[in-house]
């Protein structure tokens, strides 16, 4: 059966093992739950991909830094912030464009991995892009429909962060 595109972001596996950290948002910023989030040069964050330094995936909402409330409004302004799991080992599951069954080999090179594309609360990872080389594709995933993702176009897949483009992550 085929795959069905279903572009939500991602999603933590195991999210009992890690714990979202305060982050404060760069002020314009507009950010979903599931967006992979950088580090820009103000030392804030941010969803958009070259900004800066890996940091993790966004575990909430934008929130308002004076209100505690969540952020109705389409952008960030200073002060709000989000939490997000900045462990450089995290799991995740997201879509990939296209899968492979070599593609777990191909991205265990940190200059080989795949890119991130799409727009917030939508993106996902982009087979045919390694500029910035951010995601390790370790497996396939589960479609929503339960039952295993198929190699080929649109396929869930659960990833890893690229180790060397992560804030907290190793450089050998």
């Given amino acids: 059966m085929a795959n069905t595109s279903i572009r939500k972001g991602f ?8 714990e979202p950290k305060k982050y404060l948002l ?8 599931g967006d992979v989030m950088y580090m820009a040069n103000a ?3 941010d969803e958009t991909v070259n900004a800066g330094k890996l940091v993790g995936l966004c575990a ?4 308002n830094g004076l ?4 952020v109705t409004t389409a952008v960030a302004t200073r002060g709000d912030f989000v939490m997000i799991y900045d462990d450089p080992n995290v799991e995740f599951t997201g879509e990939l464009t296209t899968y492979a069954a070599t593609d777990p080999i191909t ?3 940190s200059a ?3 890119d991130v594309a799409g727009n917030t609360g939508e993106q996902y990872v982009n087979a045919a892009a390694s500029t910035n080389d951010e995601i390790r594709v370790k497996r396939l995933s589960i479609e929503p429909n339960g039952e295993l993702s198929a190699v080929g176009v649109n396929a ?12 907290f992550g190793h450089v050998a």
């Avoid at 909430?60 to 929130?63: A, E, G, H, R, Y």
């Avoid at 209100?67 to 969540?70: D, F, K, L, N, V």
């Fill in 67 to 70: 209100t505690g409330e969540i």
């Fill in 156 to 167: 869930k897949c659960v990833f890893m962060f690229n180790s060397a483009k992560h804030l």
């Fill in 43 to 45: 030392g804030t964050v």
């Fill in 26 to 33: 760069t002020n314009g910023a507009t950010v979903s739950a």
């Fill in 112 to 114: 080989a991995c795949y």
């Fill in 11 to 18: 999603s933590v596996l195991n999210v009992e093992k890690y």
């Fill in 60 to 63: 909430s909402n934008m929130v």
């Fill in 107 to 109: 991205t265990l090179a």
